[in-house]
């Protein structure tokens, strides 16, 4: 059945999600440094005001506020906070450059138009279960931004999992036929790295760009990934081929 929250930020589950899950971040550190962060490095400035909508143990809001932008890190997990504020000391990162809190992206408490660009990265959008709540958390992103400001954000591609091996079956059942019991097309719950009942959902390229234009956003860019070769795909056959990708949208 669909959890009410995410199992990631469940009081019984936290702290361990905030360990156990970063357990693998140094093997995926390298994927992030060849895709995700190149693609933020040309669209976050120094001097620029930066909201980390859900930023995990706070990779981003650390790193953009060492290179001089004004960053506020949200999550609503208090272990993910307690992580970043940990690495912003050791990084010795300026604390008028940086704002941690824990807050439920869903239901953010800053003013309209507060940012100039809003990030919500590695699939963080997909850990909402919910299709009405992952919008809801697209409308706020939206909504804090300054208009011509930008949102990014990342998701799991479900059309990749058509033809992997592990994938195909749910892939194909959650385009064609019915999801499991009580999920919606495109949400997973599975163990993973220790971690027992962890939820996701994965978007087909279509639903993303929809997501983004229900919330008045215009996309003006859009990457799609093979983490595994860690390159951006190109060409017609990108939308089947990538394991993610990354909009980028602007507030109109």
Known sequence: MLPRISPAVHPKNARRYAHKYYEIE???IPVFE?????L?????????????????????AVRY??????????????????????????????????????????????????????IAMFSAV???PGSEKRQAAMNEFARVTKPN???????HNILDGLFERGFAAWSWRNL??????????????????GLRQMFNHFYTPGQFRDSFRKAGLKVVEEHHYDYVKRVEIKGPLKKWRADGFIFVGEKR
């Not at 669209?43 to 930023?55: F, Q, S």
């Not at 506020?72 to 809190?101: C, E, I, S, W, Y």
């Not at 400001?149 to 998701?155: D, L, P, R």
Request: aromatic content about 2%.
């Open 126 to 128: 997909g850990t909402i």
């Open 65 to 118: 506020a060492q290179m001089g932008c004004v960053v506020t890190g949200n999550d609503l997990n208090p272990h993910m906070v307690a992580f970043a504020k940990k690495t912003a000391r050791a990084a010795d990162v300026p604390k008028d450059q940086l704002t941690l809190r824990r807050g439920d992206a869903t239901k953010l408490v800053d003013k309209n138009g507060t940012y100039d660009a809003t």
């Open 40 to 60: 933020l490095d040309t669209l976050l400035k120094p001097g620029m005001k930066v909201l980390d909508a859900m930023m995990g143990r706070g990779r981003h």
């Open 26 to 28: 140094d093997d995926i």
């Open 34 to 38: 060849k895709l995700d962060t190149p």
């Open 149 to 155: 400001g930008v949102i990014v954000v990342h998701a």
């Open 176 to 193: 064609l036929g019915r999801p499991e019991k009580g999920l919606e097309r495109g949400d997973i719950i599975t163990d993973y790295n």
